[in-house]
């Protein structure tokens, strides 16, 4: 299944999506979003010639209840799937050679990645430097964000 230029109209259950076998990437925004608008074409270009990837693009957003299951903050957000479980993510795509090599070392079966922390918490193994994931995983991030609010709020 290649590249899915479109979003799915009625977007699948978790359930349904943690069944899905073999290796997957489940991208999830909006057709508005600028970010996801601009990563659209590096996505397209990783994923040209991969029909051992499947590619499943999920609207998200209010009322979305599948991107909050997987604590999507950020839009696009790429969770890469192996047989139904979380195995990485990259948020926010900024370069097409980063799309590649995910999607090229999870085609291959080579995503070491492990679990940190909570369940979202992933990162690439420490001798795999040139994935770069989103890590800790994106809410960690907006917690981040609120306590550096806070404290520069105190200090002014």
Not at 29 to 40: L, M, V
Not at 117 to 129: E, I, K, S, V, Y
Not at 137 to 156: E, G, N, W
Request: hydrophobic letters at 35%; one cysteine or more.
């Amino acid at each position: 299944m290649p590249y899915a230029a479109q979003h799915l109209a009625q977007p699948p259950s978790r359930d349904d999506v943690d069944r899905l076998p073999g290796a997957t990437v489940v991208e999830f925004g909006t057709p508005w979003c600028g970010h996801c608008q601009r990563a659209q074409p590096l996505i397209e270009t990783a994923l040209k010639d991969r029909a051992d990837i499947a590619h499943v693009k999920v609207e998200d957003g209010p009322g979305q209840r599948l991107g909050r299951t997987f604590g999507v903050k950020l839009w696009p957000t790429l969770v890469f799937m192996k047989d139904g479980k979380e195995v990485a993510r990259l948020v926010r795509p900024q370069s097409g050679q980063e799309l590649q090599d995910a999607v090229h070392a999870e085609g291959d079966g080579d995503l070491r990645a492990y679990t940190r922390g909570t369940q979202n918490d992933l990162t690439a193994a420490p001798h795999d430097n040139k994935i770069k994931w989103a890590c800790p995983a994106p809410y960690d991030y907006a917690l981040r964000f609120r306590f550096v609010q806070r404290a520069l709020h105190a200090h002014s």
